[in-house]
């Protein structure tokens, strides 16, 4: 147990607070939830010792006026340095080394069908790039491939694009970020060129999903089915379509803000709230029977 030992909640939330009002993407939700933690703080809400409860009792209000998935007080076992982001992308660095550098299966099913497993996160693309080329090389000369995102909690859009170039012919605009600094948009496009063997855009696709896919995994997803690339299978994914910063407010404690918004060129909306509806419905532990099943039934036919 971590204590708020020599910190009373007051300072957090007001950094917190602070930082919804100047970052979140939703500026009038900001406003709200900011009063909701000032009012919810002088009631005594938060006096508690603990800071893995104050973390998580906070967490509840910030969800409590949209459901935004991404806002959250989180914390952390282990002190965290002070650099905005660097608690967050420490955690990451870890997943990373510890799995297969997020491809950590990688399978030739009967019948030609490969399956990649991208887990637990889609890794900042400086990272992850040589891995991912290398296992969906691998199975670039599949008959069909099979994407399991089942366990995959998000990552980086840019590795998302990565992907994506291994599954299309042709330069794709696969998404549009609006970000609230400087109110601006960005458009995400597959690669021209990727380093490897491409699977390419017309071999039967599936994508895996599962309750706990979230946030750039559902991107993934969502931007396949949204051009009719991929059938997805398996269960409604969590939805959280907006991505996020991550500030330090306490040595265990970092308050992970949304600073900008998803938005289709296919659908004109994006999968927060709702998540990323499967095309065949189905548990998720038995997806990937039902995704191969499919499969040899298109190649057979």
Same mark, same amino acid.
């Given at each position: 147990m971590t204590t708020l030992t020599n910190l009373q909640p007051a300072p957090v939330i007001d950094e917190t607070a602070r930082l919804l009002t100047e970052h979140y993407v939703f500026p009038e939700i900001a406003e709200q939830l900011a009063g909701l933690l000032h009012r919810r703080l002088t009631e005594g809400a938060y006096d508690v010792d603990d800071t893995e409860e104050f973390a998580r009792l906070v967490t509840a209000d910030l969800q409590s006026v949209n459901g935004d998935r991404h806002l959250r007080l989180k914390h952390h076992a282990d002190p965290v340095p002070p650099k905005q982001g660097?608690?967050? %992308?420490?955690?990451?660095? &870890?997943?990373?080394?510890?799995? %297969? &550098?997020?491809?950590? &299966? /990688?399978? %030739? %099913?009967?019948?030609?069908?490969? /399956?990649?497993?991208l887990a637990p996160m889609l890794f900042p693309l400086e990272w992850a790039a040589e891995p991912l080329s290398a296992a969906l090389t691998l199975a670039s000369r599949a008959q069909a491939l099979i994407v399991d995102l089942r366990a995959n909690r998000g990552g980086d859009p840019d590795t998302v694009a990565f992907v994506c170039s291994y599954l299309l012919d042709e330069r794709t605009h696969l998404n549009t970020m609006y970000w609230r600094a400087g109110e601006r948009t960005e458009q995400s496009w597959s690669l021209p060129h990727v380093p490897g063997a491409r699977f390419g855009g017309s071999k039967p696709l599936y994508v895996l999903s599962s309750d706990s896919t979230f946030s750039a995994a559902e991107e993934l997803a969502y931007d396949l089915q949204q051009l009719g690339r991929a059938v997805v299978v398996g269960e409604r994914t969590r939805g959280g379509a907006h991505p996020c910063e991550g500030w330090t407010v306490h040595p265990h404690l970092e308050a992970t803000v949304p600073v900008g918004r998803a938005v289709n060129p296919v659908s004109g909306a994006n999968w927060e709230g709702t998540g990323v509806q499967p095309d065949v419905p189905c548990p998720a532990a038995d997806s990937l029977n039902q995704a191969h099943a499919l499969a040899l039934a298109r190649l057979a036919g």
């Open positions: 660097a608690a967050n %992308l420490a955690a990451i660095r &870890r997943d990373f080394d510890t799995s %297969l &550098r997020g491809a950590p &299966r /990688v399978e %030739l %099913l009967d019948g030609g069908v490969a /399956v990649v497993e």
